[in-house]
């Protein structure tokens, strides 16, 4: 399903978001849907996430980050590994833990890994992780070729939430890259944002500008798809 994915928008299930809006968002164009959040998540709100997507057939993914919260009924289930969290169970140990409380019950054939890199110090995803942003282009690259080649991971994620990243470190992420489907988002504000990420990564995911101006988040659909990918 992922491997044609070029441009996805990730809903949060712990903002609102209302029925208008949600309707232009499945409607748009867009590959998919991935749910998921950092924070506030529930079952509840989740589920009825779920339900709002179900109504307009586009596949929906959930990214697993509280167990709390994992529903039945997605399409596929992404398992983030945040690579430079200085926190081991970010990496592991959360997902040991799930599997020793749960493997009986667990799709296996549903589930992706994604080798993430947190690079927005200011991010919630980065206090809850306690992620090394400082990283430059170099030690960002080589937590790619960790993900992409020694792990074999079929998800690489670099990840700025809610701000544009560094060209100069997506550039050298991309090139480490070759095997595993780069995903990117962050600070995807507009169509120019759109075609910058679109041209170095293979998925483009855009969040925030949805709960803040629509229009412009729809915008970025069109931009994505048009722009032809890296090597391409």
């Known amino acids: 399903m992922m491997e044609s994915w070029r441009h996805v928008f990730k809903l949060d299930p712990d903002r609102a978001i209302s029925e208008a809006n949600l309707r232009a968002v499945c409607q748009s164009g867009t590959d998919g849907i991935l749910v998921g959040g950092s924070t506030g998540l529930t079952y509840d709100n989740t589920a009825r996430l779920l339900s709002g997507t179900q109504r307009y057939g586009v596949p929906c993914a959930l990214e697993v980050s509280d167990l709390s919260a994992v529903v039945p009924g997605f399409d596929a289930y992404m398992i983030p590994m945040v690579l430079n969290a200085s926190d081991p169970a970010w990496i592991v140990g959360h997902h040991r833990a799930a599997v020793e409380r749960y493997g009986d019950f667990i799709p296996w054939e549903l589930l992706l890994a994604e080798g993430y890199i947190v690079l927005n110090g200011d991010s919630a995803v980065a206090r809850v992780t306690g ?62 944002e759109a075609r910058l990420a679109a041209s170095l990564a293979d998925t483009v995911v855009v969040g925030n500008i949805i709960y803040t101006d629509i229009a412009r988040a729809l915008s970025t659909v069109e931009a994505v798809k048009r722009t032809p990918p890296f090597g391409g």
Not at 169 to 186: D, I, K, N, P, S
């Open 131 to 192: 992620a090394d942003t400082g990283l430059s282009a170099e030690g960002a690259a080589a937590c790619a070729h960790i993900a992409d080649k020694l792990m074999s991971l079929p998800i690489v994620y670099l990840e700025y939430s809610g701000r544009f990243g560094e060209v100069q470190t997506m550039r050298a992420v991309r090139e480490a890259v070759g095997h595993a489907r780069l995903f990117y988002g962050g600070g995807v504000a507009g169509p120019d």
